[in-house]
């Protein structure tokens, strides 16, 4: 099926899943600096639990220290008591290091996995692009990357270290204070983590449901915006403001379930730490009480509860944003599990251009199963000759010139050119050798020369301005305050339609390629400025294989030959002159559009001032 509705994830991706598409950024292929990092990190890591869990020990033989004779009370608490400060001096310094030396990993990783979804959204096909939304892809393409650094750094640096010196705290008391101290602090961390799992779990259905709401107000606002002079035509102003409030009024509600079931988390959390808390400290009392424990060793316990307890209070945030991240990744990674329609064959060869001619062999083809567009259409562009395709809109025109790019693969038959068919050639090659000026110019939000020299980035100034001047351009640019470096605005709006298509123009006169297609490319300019163009486009297109979609059909009488498509088959063909004679459907289409413009002429001669635009007739 070759049409694609609106991007949606792949279904709900396995935690694993996403956690092993992770893995590989990680611990990068072939780069060994990085990966000397990653172990780097793990050992200061290592070091820096280690030295934490000394910590409290220093502090209870200081504490015991001050409960003994009067003179060790001179010496002995200040040499512990520096070697409480070192300690937690180095514990914290581990842990800079390692997040200092961990940090390249990460924004290395963030680097790649964004590279690879844009990369990825290119090769997808052209179906996908005219189905998706684009607010929703660059926002999951936004949380994915950012939920990318948390997963890095938290789950290894947080997750996995507090897990280790819980174990660590654990072997510690069982060792020093016997099975029941373990038990009882296990068995509190074991509540709590369970505990936070539960309502977590509970709570990711809201985070969802969030996800959904801010990208659906995120599309709206984009498109909105994007249509701004639409909404001013009909004062829609109001109507826009209310589809965006309703979007942000379902994320509200979601954000404000998210909120209480996050309290009702945080409430849960503090009891379970409390409660152990307060046990081991009864029973630690009771041991300072019958003697067989220190004041220290009472100091001890609650020290290493107090900082297990900062780190589980923390740990139950960072599963909290994990378990989000990898919500906020599963559209990310979703974009990356969907397969491009249009792939190359393993190992295609280059296109090899001789002339460039283009053949379609009974050639069939639909958007959807259900309706064909072209219905086994066979013709031939000689290498260095003119071809026109006419026909009424929805006849199939445009969706030839998309074939030739193979934005879309054939369901039957085979578009050739130099006999080499287009399916088993690279996408690349097929591209490098296709210049496109297309009836709807859209420009990038850049300079004019950068979207002129777009064609060949690279290219010298000289060129670029050459292929402006063919364009019939170049003074316009230089009236323009800033010349070349001049502002073309979103989408191309600082310029008009016809302005548009000349940059259009010269960006395909840059490339120089072997064969051009001129999808109704002076459908938006007026008559004088069509001539112009025409000149030009003659002059490119000399010894150039050429197909022209065209509506005007003034502009193709000389054209090599006119193929006249009527619902997706050729009605008839020939050149100008034979198909005004044979008083067919061109003959017809020719008689209808030189009254329309006899009229138009007619009704400017009434008027006073310059001469407008020919009225364009939509056959």
């Given at each position: ?17 996403t ?48 409960d ?19 300690t ?6 581990f ?49 994915g ?17 507090t ?25 509190t ?10 309502v977590?779990?509970f709570?990711?259905?809201?985070r ?31 109507h ?5 409030d309703?979007?942000l ?7 404000t ?20 808390l ?40 960072v599963?909290?944003?994990?378990k989000?991240?990898?919500?906020d990744?599963?559209q ?10 249009i ?27 259900r ?16 071809v ?6 929805g ?5 030839i010139?998309?074939l030739?790019?193979r ?24 591209r ?8 709807d ?71 120089n390629?072997?064969?051009?297609i ?27 294989t ?42 017809k ?5 030189q ?18 635009p020919t009225?364009?007739v939509?056959?």
């Amino acid at each position: 099926m070759h049409n694609r509705e609106t991007f949606e994830p792949q279904g709900e991706r396995n935690d694993i899943k996403t956690i092993a598409t992770l893995l590989p950024y990680l611990w990068p292929k072939d780069n060994t600096s990085l990966r000397t990092r990653v172990v780097v990190s793990m050992f200061f890591l290592v070091a820096g639990k280690l030295t934490n869990v000394v910590v409290p020990i220093f502090y209870k033989l200081a504490v015991d220290a001050f409960d003994t004779t009067a003179n060790a009370i001179i010496a002995v608490p200040v040499m512990l008591l520096i070697g409480y400060g070192l300690t937690r001096v180095m514990a914290q310094a581990f842990g800079e290091i390692r997040d200092a030396v961990f940090t390249r990993v990460a924004q290395r990783a963030i680097r790649l996995a964004g590279l690879k979804t844009f990369r990825h959204l290119h090769k997808l096909s052209l179906a996908f692009h005219l189905g998706r939304q684009t607010g929703r892809v660059s926002r999951a393409i936004e949380r994915g990357t950012k939920g990318i650094e948390f997963l890095l750094r938290f789950s290894l640096f947080n997750v996995v270290p507090t897990l280790f010196e819980i174990v660590l705290v654990c072997g510690i008391l069982w060792k020093m204070y016997g099975f029941w101290f373990s038990l009882v602090t296990f068995t509190t961390i074991i509540g709590y983590i369970a505990w936070t799992l539960i309502v977590t779990e509970f709570r990711i259905h809201h985070r969802r449901a969030m996800n959904e709401s801010d990208s659906m107000a995120h599309t709206k606002a984009i498109d909105s915006l994007l249509n701004f002079e639409t909404v001013k035509y009909f004062s829609n102003e109001d109507h826009e403001a209310r589809r965006f409030d309703e979007a942000l009024k379902i994320y509200e509600d979601a954000a404000t379930r998210s909120g209480v079931s996050l309290s009702l988390l945080n409430i849960g959390q503090g009891i379970i730490i409390s409660i152990g808390l307060t046990l081991v400290m009864i029973m630690a009392g009771n041991g300072v009480v019958d003697g067989s424990m220190t004041i220290g060793d009472f100091v001890l316990v609650n020290t290493y509860l107090i900082q297990l307890y900062l780190p589980l209070n923390f740990l139950g945030f960072v599963y909290r944003e994990i378990k989000q991240s990898l919500v906020d990744l599963e559209q990310m990674f979703g974009l990356l599990d969907t397969p491009p329609d249009i792939r190359d064959d393993d190992d295609a060869p280059v296109l090899a251009i001789n002339g460039g001619g283009i053949k379609f062999n009974d050639v069939r083809f639909s958007y959807d199963p259900r309706r064909e567009v072209l219905k086994g259409i066979s013709f031939q562009v000689p290498p260095g000759k003119t071809v026109a395709i006419v026909g009424a809109s929805g006849s199939g025109k445009s969706t030839i010139s998309r074939l030739i790019y193979r934005f879309y693969d054939i369901n039957d038959g085979a578009i050739l050119i130099d006999d080499q068919d287009i399916r088993h050639v690279s996408q690349t090659s097929l591209r490098d050798n296709l210049g496109m000026v297309p009836q709807d110019t859209v420009l990038f939000n850049d300079t004019v020369f950068y979207n002129i020299a777009y064609a060949r980035p690279g290219a010298p100034p000289s060129e670029v301005e050459a292929a402006a001047r063919h364009a019939h351009i170049h003074e316009f640019i230089m009236s323009l305050p800033d010349g070349y470096q001049s502002k073309v605005g979103e989408r191309g709006l600082k310029l008009s339609g016809g302005e548009k298509q000349r940059v259009a123009i010269a960006r395909t006169i840059l490339k120089n390629p072997e064969i051009l297609i001129f999808d109704e490319a002076t459908s938006a300019l007026d008559t004088h400025t069509e001539k112009e163009i025409q000149e030009s486009l003659k002059e490119l297109s000399a010894n150039r294989t050429t197909l022209v979609i065209a509506h005007r059909l003034s502009t193709i009488i000389e054209a090599d030959e006119i193929i006249v498509l009527d619902a997706g088959v050729i009605s008839e063909r020939g050149k100008h002159i034979d198909l005004l004679v044979s008083n067919g459907p061109y003959a017809k289409m020719w008689a209808r559009q030189q009254e329309a413009t006899k009229a138009q002429e007619a009704m400017e001669g009434t008027m006073d001032g310059p001469i407008g635009p020919t009225v364009s007739v939509t056959l």
